[in-house]
């Protein structure tokens, strides 16, 4: 790849991740597909991830539950149960078989749920009991009402930051190389970092300083049980999705990334401005160069990349990485399309969520095996 200096291509030059060796920069980003029925990552999985696995690439898992009170959405997969661990075990195999590093990305939604995927049919949890107001995805589909949420009494979060632990070293068990925190979009974590949302008044609400304690207690307690060299954490400051705003994103942003350099952990993925909703990008004039200098560790970006803009980001030294969303759903072997610069398929947002085993999942096709590799 990008053998002679002129034709150095910035995506697929090698980058040292702490003790990981990518050979590319080009990531997959973490995608939620709805095809692990009951909870239970599912077989069509080792297919779908092997296909999007090169010898030193990163993968980040869909989100992944660490509770049951943590679904939003039908059959997206969990890692609190022993079957859900054992059931990811063959779907990492197929990833290191290949050479691949994969990071499971674990999450609670939060109170983007409702009473129905919920255990006993109860309130969803958030640091508020506010609810939101019925929203479209991005795929146009309309998503269920949601519930009312439950806000957690202070001494209930302990409880939520060991889940957290838990899966942590469930994913380790399952094989994963690390894992990646789910810090954005508007999930519970989210929901106790903006001001739009959280209202709290006990320590883990009001002052930026408090609004981010939970998120950050989770990361120590997640380091602290897997190391730190494992850990990532996404953040979306400037994203509104789930109604989760912020009146400062830029110091939240800021305050975040200062406050992870104290733990060392791997990387840090952030969500550009620009995609103010999931799938959409707006022109903004903001960016994540503040936060990129603030932070000291692997810097990636995601939102709304081209090969060229992501090129760039990283010719630039904005970011050490790029994750690749939907191009990456839609072209299995997109970091070979981008050394070739080869044409990309198109992807089909009818297909995101489908539960199907194979349409829209492992049917986009790769390249002409024929296709000469051009240096
Ligand atoms: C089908 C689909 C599922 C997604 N699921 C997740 C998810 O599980 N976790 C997450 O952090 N982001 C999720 N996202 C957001 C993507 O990771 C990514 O940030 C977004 O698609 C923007 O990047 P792109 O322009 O390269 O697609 C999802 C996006 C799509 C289109």
Request: aromatic residues 10%; glycine residues 8%.
């Amino acid at each position: 790849m990008g053998s002679n200096a002129e034709n150095v291509i910035p995506l697929l030059t090698p980058y040292k991740m702490g003790n990981f060796l990518l050979s590319h920069r080009v990531v997959l980003a973490p995608l939620t597909r709805q095809r692990s029925y009951g909870n239970v990552p599912q077989p069509h999985a080792i297919l779908y991830y092997s296909q999007r696995t090169t010898k030193g690439g990163l993968l980040i898992a869909e989100a992944t539950g660490v509770s049951d009170t943590s679904q939003g959405y039908p059959d997206t997969p969990g890692i609190w149960t022993k079957e859900q661990v054992e059931a990811w075990k063959p779907i990492v195999d197929a990833v290191h078989a290949k050479g691949g590093i994969f990071f499971c990305q674990i999450w609670n939604v939060g109170r983007v749920s409702n009473y129905g995927l919920q255990p006993n049919g109860q309130a969803p949890i958030s640091s508020t009991d506010k609810g939101l107001t019925p929203q479209i995805r991005a795929n146009g589909v309309p998503v269920a009402d949601f519930s009312p949420p439950r806000r957690l009494k202070t001494e209930e979060i302990p409880d939520i930051v060991n889940d957290f632990r838990i899966a942590s070293r469930n994913a380790i068990e399952a094989g994963f190389d690390g894992v990646e925190i789910h810090g954005a979009h508007g999930y519970l974590l989210d929901q106790f970092m903006k001001d739009q949302v959280n209202d709290r008044t006990d320590k883990y609400g009001g002052t930026l300083e408090n609004r981010c304690r939970f998120p950050l207690e989770v990361v120590e307690a997640v380091v602290n049980e897997i190391g730190a060299d494992r850990v990532g954490i996404r953040l979306s400051p400037f994203a509104a999705y789930m109604e989760s705003g912020d009146s400062n994103p830029e110091a939240l942003g800021l305050y975040m990334a200062e406050s992870l350099n104290k733990y060392g952990i791997a990387y840090c993925h952030m969500v550009e401005p620009r995609m103010k909703l999931v799938g959409e990008k707006f022109e903004t004039p903001h960016s994540l160069l503040p936060m990129r200098k603030a932070f000291k560790g692997t810097f990636m970006v995601a939102g709304g990349y081209t090969r060229e803009d992501g090129n760039k980001a990283i010719a630039d030294n904005y970011a050490d990485l790029v994750a690749y969303g939907r191009w990456f759903l839609a072209n299995p072997d997109l970091p070979k399309r981008f050394e070739l610069d080869a044409p990309l398929n198109k992807y089909d947002r009818e297909t995101f969520y489908l539960s199907d085993p194979i349409r829209g999942y492992v049917d986009y096709p790769f390249l002409e095996s024929s296709t000469s590799v051009s240096t």
